[in-house]
């Protein structure tokens, strides 16, 4: 197969570090083997929708630290829509695509993983700001995420201790507490809650007070927003779903602060962090990585490796079945919340 135009797109939720992937991938592909570009616009709903836009070195120039992605993006499911497979499949030869490379999480990815069984040459690129994809050691954005929380949390001690308050922290963590993890332990979070690790209010309560008996009249709580107190039902802010059935989910810390106040009496404020997380400029890090997987990317098409994401293993970046990366996500596990809870209390 000869390749000469080859698609890029940005599904789900942005992060910093997209923008490198895509420059990667368009610098090598044009330089090295001679290719063009095409942007998909707002993910999936671009290939659908037959929304494009032409990408070369002018429109890449500049874009490395920049966050959010330069394509748009949406969490628009394709296979929700009637024949909306083979309404890609179509579009593809519409828009004259030789190969595409899809930029998302496991919602991405698993759209991604049908159209290469369906026969599409596509590859994928890890992206999660929650680092919780299968079979990768790291996904760009969570660093970037972990900063901002940890720098957050910094000053937030601050007025913690001179206030003498209990802050509760709500970061994002779907069904992985990563962030909460990383950043919780950087920042010196006294409790970290997150959805791996089963909680009950009174564990809360008695950590708190346990803290406040030894003579610490302040603490900090981090709590990833999938966090289920007492085994219940998630904590959502609004009702509905979106097109992959993910509930919206926010306001497990208003609800832990509440509890706090209420069975403490210790003045308690809760702060979101929310989208702040996601903005801004990509640390160095998310910057190499997302350009190592940009190349890698550009490499497995150009060798027709088609089905296959790359993933960093150590510090390798190799290429794996896009099965791998789907369906299953990657938890945190006992032996690093264990070295959180030396310092709860």
């Known amino acids: 197969m000869t390749i000469k135009t080859v698609g890029i797109l940005t599904g789900g939720g942005d992060c910093p570090g997209l923008n490198a992937v895509i420059r990667a991938a368009v610098r090598k592909g044009?330089?090295?083997?001679?290719?063009?570009?095409?942007?998909?616009?707002?993910?999936?709903?671009?290939?659908?929708?037959?929304?494009?836009?032409?990408?070369?070195?002018?429109?890449?120039?500049?874009?490395?630290?920049?966050?959010?992605?330069?394509?748009?993006?949406?969490?628009?499911?394709?296979?929700?829509?009637?024949?909306?497979?083979?309404?890609?499949?179509?579009?593809?030869?519409?828009?004259?695509?030789?190969?595409?490379?899809?930029?998302?999480?496991?919602?991405?990815?698993?759209?991604?993983?049908?159209?290469?069984?369906?026969?599409?040459?596509?590859?994928?690129?890890?992206?999660?700001?929650?680092n919780d994809i299968s079979n990768t050691d790291y996904t760009f954005g969570f660093d970037t995420a972990i900063n901002i929380v940890t720098e957050a949390l910094d000053r937030i001690h601050t007025t913690a201790e001179s206030h003498n308050r209990v802050m509760v922290v709500e970061v994002m963590g779907r069904h992985?507490?990563?962030?909460?993890?990383?950043?919780?332990?950087?920042?010196?979070?006294?409790?970290?809650?997150?959805?791996?690790?089963?909680?009950?209010?009174?564990?809360?309560?008695?950590?708190?007070?346990m803290r406040h008996d030894r003579g610490k009249d302040f603490s900090i709580v981090v709590v990833a927003e999938g966090v289920k107190l007492d085994g219940d039902e998630y904590t959502v802010q609004e009702g509905g779903t979106d097109e992959f059935g993910h509930v919206k989910l926010g306001g497990v810390g208003q609800l832990v602060g509440d509890v706090i106040e209420k069975e403490t009496g210790f003045e308690t404020r809760v702060i979101v962090l929310g989208h702040l997380q996601r903005g801004g400029t990509p640390t160095a890090f998310d910057r190499v990585l997302g350009t190592r997987y940009g190349i890698a990317a550009i490499d497995l098409v150009q060798g027709g490796d088609w089905g296959k994401m790359v993933a960093l293993q150590g510090d390798e970046i190799v290429a794996l079945p896009l099965e791998r990366g789907v369906g299953e996500l990657k938890r945190v596990g006992e032996e690093l919340y264990d070295i959180s809870r030396v310092f709860f209390g």
Not at 66 to 85: A, E, F, Q
Not at 177 to 193: E, N, R, S, V
């Open 30 to 130: 044009i330089s090295h083997y001679g290719y063009r570009f095409r942007g998909v616009e707002k993910g999936w709903k671009g290939m659908l929708e037959c929304l494009w836009e032409p990408l070369g070195h002018e429109e890449v120039s500049g874009i490395l630290p920049k966050g959010g992605t330069i394509l748009g993006t949406s969490r628009t499911n394709p296979y929700k829509v009637p024949d909306g497979g083979d309404i890609v499949l179509e579009n593809m030869k519409r828009m004259k695509l030789d190969a595409l490379i899809a930029i998302g999480g496991d919602d991405t990815l698993s759209v991604a993983l049908k159209l290469a069984a369906a026969g599409a040459p596509v590859v994928g690129v890890p992206k999660t700001i929650d």
């Open 176 to 209: 992985s507490g990563w962030i909460a993890t990383y950043a919780g332990i950087a920042g010196g979070a006294d409790l970290i809650l997150i959805p791996e690790q089963s909680t009950s209010i009174q564990e809360i309560v008695d950590t708190i007070k």
